[in-house]
């Protein structure tokens, strides 16, 4: 015999389903930025990689790198904004901008709340941002260990 469960146990069951839309798209957007990171190493660096470890092209190089990363994430933070001003759950792009930065980046201090049982989903764009933080740290390093291998 299966124990019924109170809906009030569960009040994040609709909101993980909802959580879904933006989590996917902000999945394919990273996909789509760490493969432009990828294509724009395999295009500069390997006459880098001939090159001292003081040159100012390497350092140049890896700004570019890490500039895309943090533009993809930027996109990512208006991927959730917009899920947040269509939902009608903030009331101006400026605030759903503002929220989605402060839940993104984890900092969650924000003076906007989402309304009645939407107050917590910002735990899931933080849980993903964490995910995509990861992500990026791991191409990262593997470009920087690429860059400062001793083998070439």
Not at 35 to 59: E, G, K, T
Not at 112 to 130: I, Q
Request: net charge neutral; aromatic share 12%; proline share 5%.
């Amino acid at each position: 015999m299966v124990a019924q469960v109170p809906d009030h146990l569960f009040p994040y069951t609709e909101q993980i389903l909802f959580a879904l839309v933006p989590v996917g798209a902000t999945v394919v957007c990273h996909g789509l930025g760490m493969s432009l990171v990828r294509r724009c190493y395999r295009r500069f660096a390997p006459p880098l990689l001939l090159r001292d470890d003081n040159n100012p092209a390497r350092s140049a190089f890896m700004i570019m790198i890490v500039a895309l990363m943090l533009i993809t994430h930027f996109a990512e933070v208006i991927v959730w904004a917009v899920f947040y001003r269509a939902m009608g759950l903030l009331e101006s792009a400026q605030d759903a901008m503002y929220y989605s930065m402060e839940y993104y980046t984890t900092l969650a201090i924000s003076v906007h709340k989402l309304p009645g049982t939407w107050s917590g989903f910002g735990g899931f764009e933080s849980m993903t941002a964490m995910l995509m933080f990861g992500w990026s740290t791991a191409v990262l390093a593997a470009v920087v260990q690429k860059m400062h291998s001793i083998d070439t």
